[in-house]
């Protein structure tokens, strides 16, 4: 089946629509919604979104949805290493946010595969709570459960101070902070 010119002027102008709303968005948005905007299926929009991403488009996917990778941010960038039971992961990131710390992603060593990453950019107490709650409704498991409890996050902070704050307060609930 040939692709007319008229069918990839039609791919352009809503790949060209994605961005424009991506961009557009405080938050991050779902396919579906995506999908619903544009006028195709949530399949379409996927594909879209992977063609964008191959020309350098800087669309992250993220636990509740698609983001435009915002500006970098001109802080102090670590990566965290912690151990803590399942249970504690909630109070983990509340903390970390409620110290000004934008929690990037969640990475863990796995024996087989290497380093697995998934991607969080968690900034507030609603960003912990619609991942946790994303997390429950799934019933995924969350990364750290295949480490024993191991992982990091790479994580940005006003300055180190900050995040020297956050470290002690994690270490007052019980989380394990290892050094580098």
């Known amino acids: 089946m040939a692709i007319t010119s008229h069918g990839m002027r039609d791919r352009a102008q809503r790949q060209q629509?994605?961005?424009a709303l991506?961009?557009?968005a405080q938050e991050p948005v779902t396919g579906s919604d995506l999908a619903r905007w544009v006028?195709?299926?949530r399949q379409v929009v996927v594909h879209d979104v992977a063609v964008l991403r191959a020309a350098g488009a800087p669309i992250l996917s993220t636990p509740r949805g698609y983001l435009w990778q915002p500006a970098e941010w001109n802080g102090f960038t670590a990566v965290l290493a912690v151990r803590h039971p399942p249970e504690l992961t909630e109070t983990e990131l509340?903390?970390?946010v409620d110290h000004g710390i934008h929690v990037q992603d969640v990475i863990?060593?796995?024996p087989i595969y290497g380093?697995?990453?998934g991607t969080l950019r968690l900034a507030s107490r609603r960003d912990v709570q619609l991942f946790l709650d994303q997390v429950r409704s799934s019933g995924a498991a969350l990364l750290s459960n295949l480490t024993g409890g191991y992982h990091m996050h790479t994580v940005t902070?006003?300055?180190?101070?900050?995040l020297a704050e956050a470290v002690r307060a994690l270490q007052q609930h019980g989380i394990e902070v290892f050094d580098d």
């Open 17 to 19: 629509r994605i961005v």
């Open 22 to 24: 991506l961009k557009g």
């Open 39 to 41: 006028g195709v299926t």
């Open 94 to 96: 509340n903390i970390l």
């Open 108 to 110: 863990v060593e796995h």
């Open 115 to 117: 380093e697995l990453r």
């Open 157 to 162: 902070a006003p300055d180190d101070t900050r």
